[in-house]
T-cell receptor, first 113, second 111 residues
């Protein structure tokens, strides 16, 4: 089955630093999504990407849909303490897989004030 | 404005005692999903409803059942919870098979 490799698994950064994380797949996806999950809460959708090469921003967050359709990147600029949480990438292959999302393993982000 | 609501947020049950978790939504989405998420892992899809059509994942144990009495509500029934069923249970909704929006989750503890 499809798998997503998300890296890094964890990051420890200082407030104000920029953050980058990525997901790669062995197969093509039609949609890439990025979610953030706070402890004890459900994932919150941050950014959705629909086209190869697409670059989309949401405030300090920027994500890109890789040209090969097998990868995606999320960047966070000027991190702040409330950025702490687990970030998941998710891909939707479309077609007969209906809306089923394949998730990455998550990136745990810690921001030191 | 709550869009996907899960009750209760925390549920404690005893080994083998049936438990029901509930999800409601104000988005009028026609698709509702149930996920299981264990600590430090990604959510794992259990099943979903497309309108009234139930779709079970192949590896979802028979111990897990679901009901969707109307568009707004969906229930997860665990018939005989085991210690391994302790997890966060997440409900999500989408319009057709587009973006999925998650609820806050129910943390299930099995004693």
């Amino acid at each position: 089955g499809q798998q997503l490799n998300q890296s890094p698994q964890s990051m420890f950064i200082q407030e104000g630093e920029d953050v980058s994380m990525n997901c790669t797949s062995s197969s093509i996806f039609n949609t890439w999504l990025w979610y953030k999950q706070d402890p004890g809460e459900g994932p919150v959708l941050l950014i959705a990407l629909y086209k190869a090469g697409e670059l989309t921003s949401n405030g300090r967050l920027t994500a890109q849909f890789g040209i090969t359709r097998k990868d995606s990147f999320l960047n966070i600029s000027a991190s702040i303490p409330s950025d702490v949480g687990i970030y998941f990438c998710a891909g939707n292959a479309g077609g007969t897989s209906y809306g089923k999302l394949t998730f990455g393993q998550g990136t745990i982000l810690t921001v030191h004030p | 404005d709550a869009m996907v609501i899960q009750n209760p947020r925390y549920q404690v049950t005893q080994f083998g005692k049936p438990v029901t978790l509930s999800c409601s939504q104000t988005l009028n989405h026609n698709v509702m999903y149930w996920y299981q998420q264990k600590s430090s892992q990604a959510p794992k899809l259990l099943f979903h409803y497309y309108d009234k059509d139930f779709n079970n994942e192949a590896d979802t144990p028979d111990n897990f059942q679901s009901r969707r009495p109307n568009t707004s509500f969906c229930f997860l029934d665990i018939r005989s919870p085991g210690l391994g069923d302790a997890a966060m249970y997440l409900c999500a909704t989408s319009r057709d098979y587009s973006l999925q929006y998650f609820g806050p989750g129910t943390r299930l503890t099995v004693l």
